[in-house]
């Protein structure tokens, strides 16, 4: 009987499409991603359905490991429940090991019934990365061990605790969890096959790395996304709170956001080096053809785009991440660019390993697209942010519907002929059955997906409704949004 494949499942940390040289930026190196590139498939329409948390990356995480739509998680994804199973539980239960290196932001109870090993696990969003607090593996699962840390010693003595057995000073977190993938493999003598969930904290900023990658990039060689701008389009009542738009201060500068970028990039390299030494003890070990290997990332980041540094919100830079497969199965070589979640992940793995899917996941398995290009999952896209934006997408048009106390907006974008969702055409003639036909899909995909299930929806839902009725009495249709223009009493005079 044939041994199941291998699973290496990289999963980084605020890495946004179009960041892999081999799928079209000639300025970021990445020759390890784009080596698997070349060996597998490409979706480059893979989303994320966007976050009911400011912490974008835990309810992502939470679809990713639990296959279960956002708002089918338990508290915006803090914990996976027991009644739902994990991606690493079922490989468990299908006679694999599983191990866990990295992040893990679903909680405890979750990571332990996922996994019977590991090394250098972190439970939290983010830190400093060269003084990441980890984790070793508890046989016993229980992760009682905190030792105390002091935020900001410059401002303030005071303490706290986290959840660690120690900390490895000095060493990058990339580093630290690239040597301990390579020392899993290296030291790997079971005839089960094994699932690796290789967990990293970057490119999340702090945005610190190795001088040898810092040295890669000079700001005054990056271009400027054609989206650029030095304030916000709209303000939602985020852009001006959150802590990820005051890592740069308004108005955003150009050579500022370069330098935000420069370092992204030298973040993601030094993934991209550590990603080479996993593949290269893969193919040491003559493991790397047994081994279906799957790259992604849990969120985008905006970085200057639409005025914004952060990922609270459902524009492009923000909900498409990159995802590449290869591996037995995969098709080489394959560029698809048909519509897949990342939560849709877990149940393609699945069939690609011959395992049953789990009845709790609510993706849907693309596995069929390996061999059949003209297969489809998904003809639109859901999307959402808390309980301030909602939107939908289909192949060329994307409608996005801010509903708040303050702001009653909507924007169309034709993808096609703007990508980069600089046009808003609401309010132009000739678009209004357009939006319509997207509304109509918008209105289903809320039933479908149980958004009003949850107090996001609930208090989406409910502002919307409101907006309705005043409608009809005559206060008009939503406004479309002109660039730069909506932000109006804050930020112009931060420094």
Not at 334 to 342: A, I, K, S, W
Not at 350 to 356: D, F, H, K, N, R
Request: negative net charge.
């Amino acid at each position: 009987m044939k041994k199941h494949p291998n699973i290496l499942f990289i999963l980084t940390d605020d890495q946004r499409a179009g960041t892999i040289h081999a799928l079209g930026n000639d300025e970021i190196k990445t020759p390890n991603m784009d080596r698997l590139v070349e060996r597998g498939t490409a979706f480059t329409r893979a989303y994320i359905p966007g976050g009911t948390a400011s912490a974008v990356c835990m309810p992502s995480r939470a679809m990713l490991n639990s296959g279960k739509t956002l708002f089918h998680l338990e508290e915006s994804g803090k914990n996976i429940p027991a009644c739902d199973t994990t991606m690493g539980q079922c490989f468990l239960d299908n006679g694999y090991h599983a191990t866990a290196i990295g992040k893990w932001h679903n909680g405890v109870a979750s990571f332990s019934r996922s996994f019977d090993n590991g090394a250098d696990i972190f439970f939290g969003g983010m830190w400093d990365h060269w003084n990441v607090p980890v984790n070793d593996f508890h046989q016993d699962k229980v992760y009682d061990s905190q030792i105390h840390f002091v935020p900001n010693f410059s401002a303030s003595s005071e303490s706290v605790k986290v959840l660690a057995d120690r900390i490895n000073a000095g060493v990058h977190s990339t580093d630290l969890f690239s040597g301990a993938a390579v020392d899993y493999i290296e030291n790997y003598d079971s005839e089960q096959p094994f699932f690796m969930y290789l967990s990293y904290l970057a490119p999340h900023d702090p945005r610190t790395m190795p001088e040898e990658f810092r040295n890669m990039y000079d700001p005054a060689d990056i271009s400027l996304p054609p989206n650029f701008y030095e304030m916000p389009v709209v303000n939602c009542g985020w852009s001006n709170k959150g802590r990820d738009e005051n890592t740069e201060a308004y108005p955003r500068r150009p050579d500022a956001i370069k330098k935000h970028i420069a370092d992204y990039y030298a973040m993601i390299s030094h993934i991209d080096s550590g990603v080479g030494k996993v593949i290269e003890a893969l193919e040491k070990k003559g493991m790397l053809e047994d081994t279906i290997i799957v790259l992604t990332g849990d969120n985008g980041l905006a970085i200057g785009q639409h005025g914004l540094m952060g990922k609270q919100n459902i524009y492009d830079h923000s909900v498409h991440v990159p995802l590449v497969m290869c591996g037995p199965g995969i098709e080489k070589g394959q560029r698809n660019e048909n519509f897949v979640y990342l939560l849709d992940i877990f149940p393609t793995l699945c069939e690609l390993c011959g395992m049953e899917i789990p009845a709790s996941v609510d993706g849907k398995s693309f596995a069929p697209m390996f061999s059949d290009a003209g297969y489809k999952t998904r003809n639109e896209l859901y999307l959402a942010f808390q309980s301030r934006i909602r939107g939908v997408m289909d192949e060329r048009y994307k409608l996005i519907e801010y509903r708040t106390d303050d702001l009653k907006l909507t924007q169309l974008f034709d993808l096609k002929n703007d990508p980069w969702e600089k046009n808003n055409f609401y309010d132009i003639a000739g678009y209004e059955d357009i939006a319509a036909n997207l509304r109509e899909k918008l209105f289903a995909l809320r039933d479908e997906w149980e958004d009003e299930s949850t107090i996001f929806g609930q208090q989406y839902w409910k502002q919307w409704r409101q907006y309705e009725e005043a409608a009809v009495h005559g206060v008009g249709k939503p406004k479309g949004v002109n660039m730069a223009n909506q932000v109006k009493d804050w930020g112009t005079d931060k420094k």
